[in-house]
């Protein structure tokens, strides 16, 4: 059957900048069919050469531009024009059995007009299990405006055809945390409050917004990182073993980890880098966090009284992403036995390490913890995929385990929301260790 995937969207930075380097690895490995075909849509009055000048300005990676522009065909559309979608719709129409995905790389508020356009033109039919349609997050602002997207969503496609992106979901080490939980009996045996002591989920960055003003300023850090990255990262070590492996079965483990996280308003801080408020597209007067501390529980048996740590942030002083499950203290006599600790380390190196005790060598009896470390990066240089790699060859194979699922978004936005409700100061700073002392200060506390 012939693959074609339309992307919507396809002079914005997502494309250049992730999905045309996700698609050129793809062809290159030989993941995609010869004959299977790129639409790419947008407005301006190009031909495809026109297009491909435009996108090498654009893209920073070496790409081979003449085996990818095969597989590529420029389509002059205005989304607005229903008539646009009926023409799309012959195109496609012209080849007998087609597997036809669409992927929105636009703004949430193009979201519903592009979609009700697919659907009234039949470019997908409802149920149609050989049709997909494809959309980035964010997924609304709040819950209320996500459930707005979402039932009108349903209203033209079903569930099973909505594959909704979180491109944290795509990297290695993320898809790799089942592995070590539930492949490894030492920690499948000792995943509990029996021997966790807490859990660190971070995502720092040393960039600020950059170009991304206008949007950023009416999200912040709580709705951009926490709400989708650290939620999904959390859910995933905290969720009990599923029945099974397929996709539905964890995603119901998920929703049931997200449902039962709190979060403990008295234990926020929320700041906002110095200099923030003169980026461009910024309200000189913005409340806009761009970093976030807080502590979490599970209201579970197995994670009763384990404190869970979200830290994410611009401008701090390091790129780490990274989740840290502390073990428990040793009760034996060896008092400078240090804990133990599980780092699976997500960007942008890739890897775990284990922190151990150990007798230092020699003719003394010291006591030093040494550091088991696997490399995933390293260990696979040069064929370890891109996140977006990955989730377009699960999106060309039907396969969704990678995708979110409603009920999860509906019940990260709750807590969001709930958190909102609240009355949260956020602070200024300059580097992350005003912010540590904050923390520390108010651990102590």
Not at 98 to 111: C, E, G, I, K
Not at 225 to 249: F, R
Request: charged letters at 30%.
């Amino acid at each position: 059957m012939k693959k074609i995937i339309t992307i919507f969207g396809s002079t914005g930075n997502l494309m250049y900048k992730k999905l045309i380097p996700a698609f050129d690895n793809l062809i290159k490995h030989n993941y995609l069919d010869s004959d299977t075909q790129i639409y790419v849509v947008a407005r301006k009055n190009w031909n495809l050469e026109e297009y491909i000048e435009d996108a090498k300005k654009q893209v920073t990676v070496p790409i081979e531009w003449d085996k990818l522009t095969t597989y590529l065909k420029y389509i002059e559309m205005d989304i607005t024009n229903l008539d646009d979608y009926y023409k799309l719709k012959d195109l496609i129409d012209n080849f007998k059995e087609v597997d036809r995905m669409f992927y929105l790389a636009v703004p949430p508020s193009l979201f519903p007009t592009i979609a009700k356009g697919i659907s009234t033109s039949g470019l997908i039919k409802k149920d149609d299990e050989n049709s997909r349609i494809v959309f980035e997050k964010p997924f609304g602002e709040d819950l209320k405006t996500a459930k707005k997207i979402n039932q009108e969503l349903w209203s033209y496609f079903s569930e099973n055809q909505i594959y909704r992106i979180d491109h944290y979901l795509g990297k290695e080490m993320i898809q790799n945390i089942l592995v070590v939980r539930f492949a490894n009996f030492v920690f499948e045996k000792n995943w509990d409050n029996s021997s966790i002591e807490s859990i660190v989920i971070l995502a720092k960055e040393t960039e600020g917004i950059m170009n991304r003003g206008n949007y950023y300023d009416k999200v912040g850090a709580l709705k951009d990182m926490v709400q989708s990255h650290l939620m999904q990262m959390a859910s995933l070590v905290t969720m009990e073993k599923p029945e099974t492996y397929n996709s539905n079965d964890i995603k119901n483990e998920k929703v049931k980890a997200i449902k039962s996280l709190k979060i403990d308003p008295n234990n926020i801080i929320l700041g906002q880098y110095k200099g923030y408020k003169n980026t461009k597209n910024v309200d000189p007067d913005s409340n806009t966090e761009t970093f976030v501390y807080l502590k979490a529980c599970l209201n579970n048996k197995r994670f009763k009284n384990v404190p869970i740590h979200f830290l994410t942030g611009k401008m701090l002083d390091e790129k780490r992403s990274e989740i840290i499950i502390n073990f428990k203290h040793s009760n034996s006599s060896y008092s400078s036995a240090q804990q133990n600790k599980l780092v699976i380390k997500v960007a942008p190196k890739e890897g775990v390490n284990f922190i151990l005790n150990v007798k230092e060598a020699g003719l003394t009896e010291s006591i030093i913890p040494v550091k088991l470390d696997y490399c995933h990066s390293c260990s696979f240089l040069g064929n370890t995929p891109e996140a977006y790699e990955k989730l377009l060859l699960d999106l060309f194979n039907k396969q969704n385990s990678l995708f979110t699922r409603w009920d999860e978004i509906e019940s990260s936005w709750k807590i969001i929301d709930e958190l909102k409700g609240h009355e949260l100061n956020v602070i200024t700073y300059e580097t992350y260790e005003d912010l540590k002392k904050i923390i520390i200060k108010q651990s102590e506390d």
